[in-house]
């Protein structure tokens, strides 16, 4: 059964950074899609980062791009979320998200990001 565990949320001032981590356990193979989507209040939920599976390349959406890196440990099935210059419309639940091809498969439990002065 595969599990994903997000721990690393929590309260940030603009401007600020913060790291979410992910243990992704359960999957059969080594070969799976990794990455994170966030909802935020009011909002449908928004693929924000996505390591595929089949050939190693990360997407990210344009509301994050160049501020969010993806990374990724295959050795300890982990990955994070290094998030900087953090805006008040980056506050959301942050859910790690996986997958056999894609990150649209399996969410964890999601963690809460507060951007606020």
């Known amino acids: 059964q595969v599990q994903l565990v997000e721990s690393g949320g929590g309260l940030v001032q603009p401007g600020g950074s913060l790291r979410l981590s992910c243990a992704a356990s359960?999957?059969?193979?080594?070969?799976?899609?990794l990455g994170w989507s966030r909802q935020a209040p009011g909002k449908g939920r928004e693929e924000i980062s996505c390591?595929?599976?089949?050939?190693?390349?990360?997407y990210y959406a344009e509301s994050v791009k160049g501020r969010f890196t993806l990374l990724r440990d295959n050795a300890e099935n982990m990955v994070y979320l290094q998030m900087n210059n953090l805006k008040p419309e980056d506050t959301a639940v942050y859910y790690c998200?996986?997958?056999?091809?894609?990150?649209?498969?399996?969410w964890g439990q999601g963690t809460q990001v507060t951007v606020s002065s």
């Open positions: 359960g999957f059969t193979s080594r070969y799976y899609a």
């Open positions: 390591m595929s599976s089949s050939d190693g390349n990360t």
């Open positions: 998200a996986a997958g056999d091809l894609w990150c649209d498969d399996y």
